[in-house]
Nanobody, 115 residues
Framework: QVHLVESGGGLVQPGGSLRLSCAAS????????MSWYRQAPGTQRELVAT???????NYVDGVKGRFAISRDNAKNTVNLQMNSLRPEDTAVYYC?????????WGQGTQVTVSS
């Protein structure tokens, strides 16, 4: 059975930092493209960052230079370091794994940026 379990969300002040982690089990992790998505209330889920099997990364324009995605294939984890957080970053953040037609989602972790 596949599990993607996110952790690290919470409440942070504007300008602060958080580090999200996603622990994967039940998949051959190194074969999966891993991504972080987010969804704010009343909006569609949007792709935030992706890291390929070879370690190449891509980011949505609004987080470039502030967020960094990384993976540890030995630990089956993918992380999202979020710096200089803004109120508009407030959302539920989801971990996503994809390998061809196979794809899985985590349950999400809430990130709230507010003073």
């Amino acid at each position: 059975q596949v599990h993607l379990v996110e952790s690290g969300g919470g409440l942070v002040q504007p300008g602060g930092s958080l580090r999200l982690s996603c622990a994967a089990s039940g998949i051959n992790f190194r074969l999966y493209v891993m991504s972080w998505y987010r969804q704010a209330p009343g909006t569609q889920r949007e792709l935030v960052a992706t890291i390929t099997t070879s370690g190449s990364t891509n980011y949505v324009d609004g987080v470039k230079g502030r967020f960094a995605i990384s993976r540890d294939n030995a630990k089956n984890t993918v992380n999202l370091q979020m710096n200089s957080l803004r109120p508009e970053d407030t959302a539920v953040y989801y971990c996503h794994a994809k390998n061809g037609w196979l794809e899985y989602w985590g349950q999400g972790t809430q990130v709230t940026v507010s003073s």
